[in-house]
Nanobody, 122 residues
Framework: QVQLVESGGGLVQAGGSLRLSCAAS????????MAWFRQTPGKERRFVAA????????LYADFVKGRFTLSRDNAKNTVYLQMSSLEAEDTAVYYC???????????????WGQGTQVTVSS
């Protein structure tokens, strides 16, 4: 069993920054891909970013490229999503997930966190 706990969400003004964290426990963290998805009310979860077990070549959705940076610290079993130049459209619940490989689709990730709300005011 794996537990993922997100933190760092909150209210920020447009143009500002936030850093989300996802702490993993319960299984070997270092050999699994990690990802972030986000969801707004009434819509499906959307892929945001993913990173392989060794931290190389993170993948990003087009709408966050150049603004968000994903990294991981395997010694701390934690991944970080640094979000900059935030826009009102980034308002969503952000979910952390883990799976055996980097992928763009939800179905490839086996475990999910409870989510953290990010609200960007315009």
């Amino acid at each position: 069993q794996v537990q993922l706990v997100e933190s760092g969400g909150g209210l920020v003004q447009a143009g500002g920054s936030l850093r989300l964290s996802c702490a993993a426990s319960g299984r070997t963290f270092t050999r699994h891909a990690m990802a972030w998805f986000r969801q707004t009310p009434g819509k499906e979860r959307r892929f945001v970013a993913a990173i392989s077990w060794n931290g190389g070549n993170p993948l990003y959705a087009d709408f966050v490229k150049g603004r968000f940076t994903l990294s991981r610290d395997n010694a701390k079993n934690t991944v970080y999503l640094q979000m900059s130049s935030l826009e009102a459209e980034d308002t969503a619940v952000y979910y952390c997930a883990t799976g055996s490989k980097v992928a763009f689709v939800e179905s490839e990730y086996n475990y999910w966190g409870q989510g953290t709300q990010v609200t960007v005011s315009s």
